[in-house]
């Protein structure tokens, strides 16, 4: 159990353009979804947490006009990277988790994203 | 503000036993968790630690001592496949949780 799935698994767009990624929990509701991103050779960077039914929490220093999430279902949360540019080129990972946070994240197997 | 800190780069052979130590600072403190990712795929799950001690999950072992912001990953019998990069991750509360990542450790197995 605890599968959570990610498409598209890979992404090329050009400059400008809005890319949509969507994270899926197959087998359990999930109440709270995070986004991550990982430069190469780099960590995890969490991006913002999600949560059914309400607004996204954003970290730091990541612009919630750019990167769109939106929680519509307990199995269900995208995010959409709008007016794409290189320098947005990366993994983007989703995680969910039962509960609100606490407990074991199980991640997605992550959307490779290329803006040229 | 919340941090991790763990080794960079660990290099063992076939066979040994290898711990990749992670110290963190951080308020509200929730749990501890440690990730294998290979290259070009996903984190995956590999143990947890909300109390002080030791858990074991088979060749994987994970130590948590919350006085001293201290935890490490266990590696016994090491194998080839288990050259990966291995974060350590700290859970949090502050009003919400969340989780932060480590730098990641890159553990090179050689025969």
């Known amino acids: 159990g605890a599968v959570v799935s990610q498409h598209p698994s890979w992404v090329i767009c050009k400059s400008g353009t809005s890319v949509k990624i969507e994270c899926r929990s197959l087998d359990f509701q999930a109440t709270t979804m995070f986004w991550y991103r990982q430069f190469p050779k780099q960590s995890l960077m969490l991006m913002a947490t999600s949560n059914e039914g309400s607004k996204a929490t954003y970290e730091q220093g990541v612009e919630k006009d750019k990167f769109l999430i939106n929680h519509a279902s307990l199995t269900l949360s995208t995010l959409t990277v709008t007016s794409a540019h290189p320098e947005d080129s990366s993994f983007y990972i989703c995680?969910?988790?039962?509960?609100?946070?606490?407990?074991?994240?199980?991640f997605g197997p992550g959307t490779r994203l290329l803006v040229l | 503000g919340q941090s991790l800190e763990q080794p960079s780069e660990v290099t063992a052979v076939e066979g040994a036993i290898v711990q990749i130590n992670c110290t963190y600072q951080t308020s509200g403190f929730y749990g501890l968790s440690w990730y294998q990712q290979h290259d070009g795929g996903a984190p995956t799950f590999l143990s947890y630690n909300g109390l002080d001690g030791l858990e074991e999950t088979g060749r994987f072992s994970s130590f948590l001592s919350r006085s001293d912001s201290y935890g490490y990953l266990l590696l016994q019998e090491l194998q080839m496949k288990d050259s990966a990069s291995y974060f350590c991750a700290v859970s949090y509360n502050t009003g919400g949780f969340k989780t932060i990542f480590g730098a990641g450790t890159r553990l090179f197995v050689k025969a």
């Open positions: 995680s969910a988790s039962r509960g609100t946070g606490e407990g074991t994240q199980y």
